[in-house]
């Protein structure tokens, strides 16, 4: 780790103001499980470290006419203990017990899942954002058993967030503050696909800082299910998030997103259309799942999560709507 | 002379015991310091600056920069110009510094210039390693022709099994320090009496200057002999410094790709066999790779090699990769995979039951009749009449099966001495050169002094893990328990044969007529007859009682020996759309003689029963062609289970008055045997298909139902 200047403000004004224009100038600490890693590996080196964890309007978790509205320092424990999360968002109450380590769960923070680097071991081993080696990524002809089924590159690494497909799911936006002003961001868009290793994979720009979700006030049916090769500690393979607006017994409309699997969360609009007017059963979710992973492009080590993918849609809709997923 | 052989089982009072470990408090509550918790006045860190390629050659190196950061004590090159580097990982250079962060900013002030040659890192395809294939030869026994041909029904399968390394816990490492013309040194070794000599010959210093200590060390698993290079440059920095203090311990990631891997194994193996089972030939064609010294032969067949006829082709491949390492029971879990799997799969070609088919050929193993008890016992724990059923008639999305695996291993006693002192207040003392891995030694040393003495196991002090007290051997191979606890036998004996000399004529007896029971010296026969333990020692006047014990490989009389077995069975859950493979349940069958401790020794075979079941199912290094690097040198990508992961585990002792008259044996690595076999074996029983290759994560699972990917 490279010595840096820290920083502890304790109003966002303050902090704002102690970011910079790039990356390297200065990055933002939360909870620190990925920063302080980052560091220690020489991968990222800020010149100033801007510690947040003082600012009290970024904590809590408040509901309103308007919806849920959830501050980036609310950690994951926080998040799953909610009991308007646990009633009306079990697809993110899902995604929290994902994320199997206590240690992360006290200490890592919604904005932080959503702002986290790419875990790909070219990345993590000093290949840079895309894993290039003289000009190539190392990825298409290396181990990429744990990298994207969707996309064309350059990026092949997978988004780590694991909020941000139910987040998507269930419409949600991202509020983003700088020192020259407010904007609202749908978390759809906040994810991007960069085109080079010096871009990133969020929208978020190096002088702004995430400072809350708001999840619209929407009644709807709505799960989350991964596969991991480990019940403890582990990254997904894939996951899906799904949010089901009910008419009746039947789907008036849905979201259908998947995640681990594209270099951001993936919107599966087409299969999300399939629904329509459906009632889930055994059958529809597996057409639906079979349909979301139709344009997957798998790599030559993880054909594998094509499967993975479909199944995981499949059970998040059977869970969904009430019924069995295996 | 007096015997020392084990009391009679309905005589002892404390072998045999539950006894939980003396220092387990200790190691719970953080009070338990282990060499890398050293943390003594004026310490320097010492870092190491490690090859980014995987083959390539020094050109020059610069060091000038780094010795000039203020708080550097010390640079040492270690991989000179012109040496030629062969993996990514190797040490290149070293530095000592007043904090681990400057040592680390320092280590990337050095320049090094490397020529890059062309490097080769995966060995799972053969025919594409070249001239980096070393084989060994071919081994024939019997008439492997004839045998295939009186064979009614064969069977032709492919396995693999990869690299994996040690996780110790505690890092590799050391705090070491000159001072004058002797080194302290710290280590976190497995070989407290021999490690000295292996320094000091690097040093060029006497041995005898040379002072090993450890109290307690986190995991070895055979990885732990050597006095590392990175100890022997670091004596050097302390001695450069002016003799102070210097810790070096590897970061996880040297850990993973420098501190040694147990070797891959590959194979196909083809088998014949009549109808009713009997096996009548084995052919296999293995390969394996220990890095760039080659290295790694499973012993094949693996237990049954009493098959008549059998034909062996093994080739060891040279790779680019960190050096191998012996990993508990070194080749072992190997070949209990690639013998179980390929016995399994001719099982179920035959429609049989596989204990069936393991009975029908136990002629061909060193101990039937133990493997057929045991059989039975696994058998009975896992409810395998009720759960087995025939390879591939589960049905539906979730399907469960049950396999099993075998194991057999030595464990004879190696060579230890031990003192015994007996003060004139009471108070006893062990002394013994050996060390405690975490596997309860000094509570097995504790509880055969007590017993020998007749006292409470509070009033054996315990002193181990120092050069200095009696030469006992390195912690390999399961030969620790045996051999340090008859020398403590002897020790204890002649010690206790020396009190009775003293003590006899004032009890108007001879030595001979006496005994030590309940903390009081009496007659044998006349119980009121005697004295308590410490009046007894008082009669001693100032000189205590200081007896030594050997214990000798070549004559063991009857205190140790070799030869343990048994079966591991699973019980597993496999999701056919996910590839996922939950473990219910594993048993472990397990024989070691007489067992001392039987609560620390079902312990161990818990440990082990983990280590298989990360094996099995989620644990592999993963080297990437490209960079020639190990991709997964961490705690996240290198997959150990968690304890949600690991499912139940029944260990059953056998625990008989047979194997209780054969006397103590190593129990560490046979029990880290046969849980790959199992588990890899309850998947092929469940799903109908064997997945060829562990570990038995989603990718080679789904790989082998659905024929997707690389695998397929």
Known sequence: ?326 | MPSYSWPEPEKRKIIGQRISRLDGLDKSSGRAKYPSDRNPQGLLYAVLLTSPHAHAKVRSIDTSAAEKMKGVTGVRVISKPGTEIQWAGTEVAIVAATSEPLARDAVRAIKVDYEVLPHFVREEDLSKVGARAKPAGEQITGDPEAGFKDAEVTSEGTYAIPVITHCCLEPHGAVIQWEGDKVNYWPSTQAVSTVANELARNLEIPATNVRVQMEHMGGGFGSKFPADRWHIESAHLSKASGGKPVKVFLDRASELTIAGVRPSHFAKIKMGAKKDGTITAWQSESWSTGGFAGGGMAPLPYVFNKIPNFRLNHTAVSLNTGPIRAWRAPNHPQASFLTCSAFEDLAAKLNMDPITFFEKNLQFTPRPDIYKRQLAKGAEMIDWKKNWHPRGQGSGVIRRGLGLGINSWGGAGHASKARTIIHPDGSVELEIGTQDLGVGTRTVLAMIAAESFGLPMSMIKVKLGDNQYPVSGPSGGSTTVGGVSSSTRKATINALTKLFEAIAPSLNTTPDQLEAIDGRIRVIGNPDKGMSWKQACQKLGVTPINEMGENDPKKPEGLNTAGAAGVQMADVTVDTETGRVKLNRLVAVQDCGLIVNPKTAESQVLGACIMSVCAALTEERVMDPQTGRVLNADMEFYKLAGISDIGEILVHMDITPENDKRGIIGLGEPCAIGGIAAIANAVANATGVRVPQVPLIPKNVLAALHGQGRNA
Not at chain 1, 169 to 195: C, H, M, N, Q, Y
Not at chain 1, 204 to 216: D, H, K, M, R, S
């Open chain 1, 1 to 326: 780790m490279l010595n840096f200047e820290y920083a502890s403000p304790s109003s966002l004004k303050e902090a704002t103001a102690l970011l910079g224009a790039s990356w390297a100038d200065a990055q933002v600490l939360a909870g620190g499980t990925d920063l302080i890693s980052l560091m220690k590996d020489y991968i990222e080196s800020p010149k100033r470290v801007v510690n947040i964890k003082n600012i009290k309007e970024l904590g809590g978790i408040s509901s309103s006419k308007g919806g849920l509205r959830i501050g980036a320092l609310v950690t994951f424990d926080e998040l799953a203990a909610n009991a308007a999360v646990r009633t009306q968002f079990p697809s993110l109450a899902s995604a929290v017990r994902g994320v199997t380590s206590p240690q992360i769960r006290n200490m890592g923070t919604v904005g932080g899942d959503l702002c986290q680097r790419p875990r790909c071991w070219y990345y993590r081993t000093g290949n840079g954002l895309l894993g290039m080696k003289d000009g190539k990524s190392l990825v298409p002809t290396g181990e990429n058993r744990y990298h994207a089924i969707f996309g064309e590159g350059p990026a092949y690494f997978v988004s780590p967030s694991s909020l941000g497909p139910a987040l998507i799911a269930l419409g949600a936006k991202a509020k983003l503050v700088s020192t020259t002003g407010t904007r609202e961001v749908d978390i759809a868009k906040f994810f991007v696909a960069p085109a080079n290793d010096t871009s990133r994979e969020i929208a978020l720009a190096p002088n702004e800082i995430l400072t809350e979700i708001v999840i619209p006030a929407a009644a709807t049916k709505n799960a989350t299910y991964e596969v991991r090769e480990k019940d403890a500690l582990d990254w997904p393979l894939a996951t899906a998030s799904v949010a089901l607006k009910m008419k009746g017994d039947a789907v008036e409309s849905a979201q259908v997103v998947l995640g681990h699997v594209a270099a951001t969360p993936y919107v599966a609009t087409q299969a999300a259309e399939m629904l329509a007017g459906k009632t889930i059963t055994e059958d529809v979710a597996e057409a639906v799942g079979k349909a979301a992973v139709a344009g997957a492009k798998p790599l030559s080590d993880n054909a594998y999560k094509v499967q993975l993918a479909k199944v995981a849609v499949k059970r998040a809709l059977l869970e969904a709507a009430g019924k069995k997923a295996v």
